[in-house]
């Protein structure tokens, strides 16, 4: 079976201005993940991770390289194929409350997809305000909270939510960036028992992006280690953990 | 006894931030504080920083060098800040002065000499330290800023410096540094050093003493290695359990706490983490749990007592 997420030498670089060369934030980059697996992209800040992901939306362009999510490879930033990725992808961003708009319901939040990509399956009225309800029973919310805005719920409540939107359009690869940053010790535990509950469920592949080794530790099979724009060493999660080859890893590890 | 905080109260209105908090700090002590969200850790810092703001309503004692932080006026407690007591924050951009030089704010800070800002920031392993006097913050990295404000906090000379989540905003290489950074600071304080931080490995590696909140009590305090290693407290014991760094990877369910913390403006009765407690007993839903002191330090449990 192809994997959900196949990239190759993929190189992604930030335009230069006057007297200032452009930057290449991504260099050579390849991995793949297959379905139900999990990656985890590990690196400190400045390293390229989250411009990586932000690439396999196409919200960054591609310099070269190869990038195959579900069979499509687009060829240009304006390629068509990017709706079919986006729409099979979900995204989870580092800061959920930042991340959804204050203005908008939580109900709002969570069925705002279903506008966007509305297809062939689309869904209007009714239907739609029970899908989203829906997915608040999946990540586990009382419905009670589908009325309020991101000010009014907690944290954790955030996560969900953003959880919640990230698979209303039944992805096949999930990227979620820092899944357990800022939050509570306590609720962390939650956040990573719901997250691997829908992978068994729905068959999910996730890319993990995490400056946290710990979270990587828990919850890869496969680590990929990126230092300034380039994967140093990548393999099995236990392998990168119990004999780390790179210097960078096992500064990481120490 | 550098600071004795007795059956200290914070209230906002009918919330409870913090109540009935004893404590005492000496000097050569670094004290942990250990809380998650809503524990209260934040309000005890700006406390101990004398930065209540007005609409705080504060019982109990908080004493400095013996003197009640609540019997100061605006400009005694003034005078306090920035000379007897020094505060790094969080977010360091936040708390430099974004139009103002890194120097000129050394400078202004502490009212310390050229030389004394320059060698400070030796001190705290700035390189090239006579450029970044002239730079702006914005043009530093997230782990310079907070490196100058550490530098900017010891060239006060504060007899005690306060630490609310000082690596919370930082990746882990940088986390590394500024905590290896405010361990060597503990030389340079002749006073106490206090952490504030829901990061228990912070904690861990500064730490002589630690004391954990939760919803604004004092729930356990403790010397920092038998704390961590034996915990007592039933809170304390789920919340190392927690820690994904400290447990061991297993195909079973990550370890959570049931529940949610208690509504902070609700009445207490009982035991304030009796309903998450897994090892509850009959008289934690009524009685307020009694104080358990020894040679360790405390721990505010029915079942201790057992």
């Known amino acids: ?254 | 006894m550098l600071i004795e905080i007795e059956d200290f109260s914070v209230n906002y209105g009918p919330v409870k931030a913090v109540s009935g908090v004893s404590l005492q700090i000496a000097r050569g002590d670094v004290l942990g504080i250990l809380g998650e969200s809503g524990s209260g850790k934040s309000t005890l810092a700006l406390a101990l920083m004398a930065l209540l703001p007005k609409q705080a309503s504060v019982s109990g004692r908080l004493a400095f060098e013996s003197v009640d932080l609540a019997s100061l006026d605006a400009a005694g407690r003034r005078a306090l800040r920035g000379r007897k007591i020094a505060a790094v924050f969080q977010d360091p951009f936040a708390s430099l002065n974004p139009v103002m030089r890194i120097g000129t704010q050394l400078r202004a800070f502490a009212g310390s000499p050229h030389e004394a800002a320059l060698d400070m920031l030796r001190r705290v392993g700035i390189s090239e330290p006579d450029r970044r006097m002239r730079q702006y913050p914005f043009e530093l990295s997230g782990g310079l800023r907070q490196r100058v404000a550490i530098a900017a906090a010891l060239l006060c000379a504060p007899t005690v410096l306060v630490a609310d989540e000082p690596t919370t905003a930082l990746d882990a290489a940088t986390e590394r540094q500024i905590i290896s950074l405010l361990r060597e600071s503990r030389a340079l304080v002749d006073g106490a050093m206090v952490i504030v931080s829901h990061d228990l490995s912070v904690l861990a590696a500064l730490c002589t003493r630690i004391a954990v909140l939760y919803a604004g009590e004092m729930v356990e305090v403790g010397a920092a290695a038998d704390l961590l290693r034996a915990p007592r407290h039933p809170y304390t014991r789920a919340l190392l359990a927690c820690d994904l760094r400290r447990s061991p990877k297993s195909s079973a369910r990550f370890p959570t706490i049931a529940g949610q913390l208690p509504n902070p403006g609700a009445a207490r009765r009982g035991c304030v983490f009796a309903p998450r407690c897994t090892a509850r007993l009959a008289p934690c839903a009524d009685h307020a749990p009694p104080v358990i002191a020894g040679p360790f330090g405390f721990v505010r449990c029915h079942a201790m007592g057992a």
């Open chain 1, 1 to 254: 079976m192809s994997p959900v997420l196949e990239i190759e030498g993929l190189n992604i670089s930030y335009p230069g201005g006057f007297m200032r060369p452009p930057r290449l934030a991504v260099c050579g980059a390849g991995f793949s993940i297959a379905r139900g697996q999990t990656l985890a992209l590990v690196g400190g800040s400045g390293s390229g991770k989250t411009t990586l992901a932000r690439a396999l939306l196409g919200l960054v362009p591609v310099q070269s390289g190869i990038l195959r999510i579900n069979g499509r490879q687009p060829t240009s930033p304006r390629d068509r194929q990017w709706n079919v990725i986006r729409r099979e992808t979900g995204m989870m961003f580092q800061d959920p409350v930042a991340s959804l708009d204050p203005r908008m319901s939580v109900w709002a939040s969570v069925a705002e997809p279903l506008a966007i990509h509305g297809g062939p399956g689309a869904l209007f009225g009714r239907a739609r305000w029970a899908k989203a309800a829906s997915m608040l029973d999946m990540v586990g919310l009382p419905r009670a909270i589908l009325a309020r805005r991101p000010a009014e719920i907690s944290g954790g409540q955030a996560r969900r939510v953003a959880i919640a939107r990230a698979l209303v359009l039944r992805p096949k690869l999930v990227i979620a960036d820092e899944p357990t940053a800022g939050l509570d010790v306590s609720v962390q535990g939650d956040v990573l028992n719901l997250l691997a509950d829908l992978q068994a469920e729905l068959g999910l592949a996730y890319l993990v992006i995490t400056h946290d080794l710990s979270v990587a530790r828990h919850m890869a099979d496969r680590i990929a280690v990126m230092q300034e724009g380039r994967i140093v060493e990548q393999g099995a999660a236990d392998d990168i953990l119990g004999a780390p080859a790179h210097a960078y890893t096992r500064a990481l590890i120490a």
